[in-house]
């Protein structure tokens, strides 16, 4: 059984989405949706499950990560690693990936093979947990175990992220640690617990799937209810703890870190808003102007005019969270000779500029440029465009909500970016991280 939720026919938000997009749900909760495009032979079938490390209790901390490799290693009438050959096998590709908010999973497939893509998934969907062994189990902790290594462990500045989060966010707040987890956790939690936490939120009913392209919304539909609609639902699954804060923080927080670094280097950092509101479109535009390329402030301030940064590592960005408020990352590398509290100086003068000086028509229309190309060069593909109203479906509720972020996007005046910067960009609400070259302390 099915249940049509909506089915517009014509495109949505033409500015930022002119492609059509129907959905429907199954009966066991399972939310699918379809945006058709016969421009060329090929599908993109995308998974966002409503579990990300956000989710994780205490002591379970990497679980929705390690999920992530799990997921490729076999399930009921998959064997161990066929998924993958099954996929690139017929001309296919495929990852997955995970976040604070949701793990992702993904295959885009010649047309003629969607049907094999939907049956992989719905396979590990309800039929994973049969098939996880210790073995696998096991297997797969050394490969997070690895991963973490040669990602952050093992790389200059490499744990940034791992640093900051806990500065940024409170002890207990469902993003106060990342997503790769502590491997204390991962070593102590036994297979029952793995297979529990599966069970608990790996379910239709805390999923949307997204197929985009050549495919018809009946065809799609049909072939969800075949391989999906006999997936049990699970009945109360539990919400993420919630990530409410009450405004930026109030106590300028500094962590100073001596390592193996080739140079000094600075992130500042502050919360923001939530991802989806007109408040974080305002602080995007912002971090456009304020860390993009050449023509940004960072760059023509510090790198081009004091040259107190080196141009190739200087920059600003937000990073997308939608269920607190996301934080947004300025970064430079100290330039040879130059002491560190310099570069400190000049960087806080930058933000500074943002609340003093309004910005420009010149930086505005830049920025909203970039953002631009940036935003058609995400959906130009079946699998952007998949990903993307995955995205807007779990997290807002209506895939057509995709269609007003770039329009939100080139509403924002330099009066909306004056007010995020005097409210988040103060300085008694900043995270300072300082990367200092020597032996490792």
């Known amino acids: 059984m099915m249940v049509r939720v909506t089915s517009p026919s014509a495109p949505v938000a033409t500015t930022g989405y002119p492609w059509p997009i129907e959905t429907t749900r199954l009966a066991n909760g399972l939310r699918v949706v379809v945006s058709e495009d016969r421009t060329a032979p090929v599908v993109c079938v995308n998974l966002w499950y409503d579990v990300g490390s956000r989710h994780e209790p205490p002591g379970q901390t990497g679980f929705a990560h390690l999920f992530e490799h799990l997921m490729f290693e076999g399930s009921q009438h998959v064997k161990k690693t066929e998924h993958m050959k099954l996929v690139q096998g017929n001309g296919g590709s495929l990852n997955a990936t995970t976040n604070p908010d949701r793990t992702n999973y993904f295959e885009s497939m010649p047309a003629e093979h969607l049907e094999l893509a939907l049956w992989l998934e719905a396979d590990r969907m309800g039929g994973l947990v049969p ?81 985009t392209g050549d495919a018809s919304p009946a065809e799609v539909f049909a072939l969800a209810e075949k391989y999906f609609g006999a997936i049990s639902p699970v009945p109360d699954i539990p919400a993420a703890p919630a990530g409410h804060l009450a405004g930026p923080a109030t106590t300028p927080v500094r962590e100073t870190v001596t390592a193996a670094v080739p140079a000094a280097r600075i992130y500042l950092s ?83 500029s943002l609340i003093d000086e309004p910005v420009t028509d010149e930086e505005l229309n830049r920025a909203k440029a970039l953002l631009t190309t940036s935003w058609w060069r995400q959906v130009s593909t079946v699998g952007g465009r998949a990903d993307t109203l995955g995205r807007y479906t779990t997290q807002f509720g209506d895939p057509a909500t995709a269609g007003y972020r770039l329009p939100a996007w080139q509403a924002v005046t330099a009066d909306d970016i004056a007010e995020a910067a005097t409210r988040t960009l103060q300085p008694s609400s900043r995270v300072t991280l300082t990367y200092l070259p020597g032996e490792e302390k």
């Not at 305002?282 to 005019?305: E, M």
């Open 270 to 352: 502050h919360r923001t808003y939530p991802f989806g509101t007109a408040g974080y479109d305002a602080v995007t535009v912002l971090a456009t102007v304020l860390g993009s390329g050449r023509g940004s402030r960072l760059y023509q301030r510090l790198a081009d005019g004091k040259r107190i940064a080196q141009p190739d590592y200087i920059g600003a960005y937000g990073v997308d969270l939608a269920h607190a408020p996301a934080p947004l990352i300025v970064t430079a590398t100290v330039k040879d000779g130059i002491p560190v509290e310099t570069l400190e100086d000049g960087l806080t003068e930058v933000l500074q």
């Open 131 to 211: 098939a996880l062994t210790q073995e696998t189990l096991d297997n797969q902790r050394e490969v997070v175990k690895n991963e973490r290594r040669q990602r952050y462990d093992n790389v200059p500045y490499g744990d940034a992220w791992l640093r900051l989060l806990p500065l940024l966010y409170p002890a207990g707040h469902p993003y106060h640690h990342a997503t790769i987890g502590s491997m204390e956790d991962l070593n102590a939690a036994s297979l029952d617990t793995f297979k529990a936490f599966h069970q608990q939120y790996y379910a239709p009913n805390n999923c949307v799937l997204t197929v």
